[in-house]
Antibody
Framework: QVQLQESGPGLVKFSETLSLTCIVS????????WTWIRQSPGRGLEWIGY???????DYDPSLKSRVLISRDTSENHFSLDLYSVTAADTAVYYC??????????????????WGPGTLVTVSS | QSVLTQPPSVSAAPGQRVTISCSGS????????VAWYQQFPGTGPKLLIY???SRPSGVPDRFSGSKSGTSATLVITGLQTGDEADYYC????????????FGGGTRLTVL
């Protein structure tokens, strides 16, 4: 069974860097997309981006200029760095395993395992 | 507001059938596959349906999904009090630079 667990500080100061790690255990790492998603009352579920099984990355355009997702395959974890945070970045952050592929012109991108989430608050 | 539109809440009695709708457009649901997630308070979402109507191992067949045109529907039959949760739809959107879009979520209350 695949398990994911987020870890990192629950409080980050305005304009500083939010850094989270997701520890992964179990399951296949083939053709998967290690993903960060966040959730806040005002913005619902928001996809942040992924690092893929082969090291490619993709990010939501609204965050692209200040986000980095990286992986450490030997340590079975991947990480999120979000720079220059503001109050709008206050949210519960989830790591998830993504499945993504297209066939015959139709695409799917879904998340089959999620971590429990960690609340990050940006303080002034 | 979310790209996909869901009703904020639905309710039904135990044992009954409930449907949750997810409305999108020709650039997302109209051409791509839909997934549904179940979320209990204080926990991460759980995949309930993928590829419009497929259930991961362990998900009861009381949960089913369908898609027609630019809308998708989650159906829950034989409603149980333990089904009381938030439900989200999600899919890929070809028109936006962001790949993944979600609905705003529907709170299911079991009366």
């Amino acid at each position: 069974q695949v398990q994911l667990q987020e870890s990192g500080p629950g409080l980050v100061k305005f304009s500083e860097t939010l850094s989270l790690t997701c520890i992964v255990s179990g399951g296949s790492t083939n053709t998967v997309y290690w993903t960060w998603i966040r959730q806040s009352p005002g913005r619902g579920l928001e996809w942040i981006g992924y690092v893929s099984y082969n090291g490619n990355t993709d990010y939501d355009p609204s965050l692209k200029s200040r986000v980095l997702i990286s992986r450490d395959t030997s340590e079975n974890h991947f990480s999120l760095d979000l720079y220059s945070v503001t109050a709008a970045d206050t949210a519960v952050y989830y790591c998830a395993r993504g499945r993504r592929y297209c066939s015959a012109g139709s695409c799917r991108h879904y998340f089959d395992f999620w971590g429990p989430g960690t609340l990050v608050t940006v303080s002034s | 507001q979310s790209v996909l539109t869901q009703p904020p809440s639905v309710s039904a009695a135990p044992g009954q059938r409930v449907t949750i709708s997810c409305s999108g457009s020709s650039s997302n649901i109209g051409v791509n596959y839909v997934a549904w997630y179940q979320q209990f308070p204080g926990t991460g979402p759980k995949l309930l349906i993928y590829d419009n109507n497929s259930r991961p191992s362990g998900v009861p067949d009381r949960f089913s999904g369908s898609k027609s045109g630019t809308s998708a529907t989650l159906v829950i039959t034989g409603l149980q009090t333990g089904d009381e949760a938030d439900y989200y739809c999600g899919t890929w959107d070809k028109s936006l630079s962001t790949e993944v879009v979600f609905g705003g979520g529907t709170r299911l209350t079991v009366l």
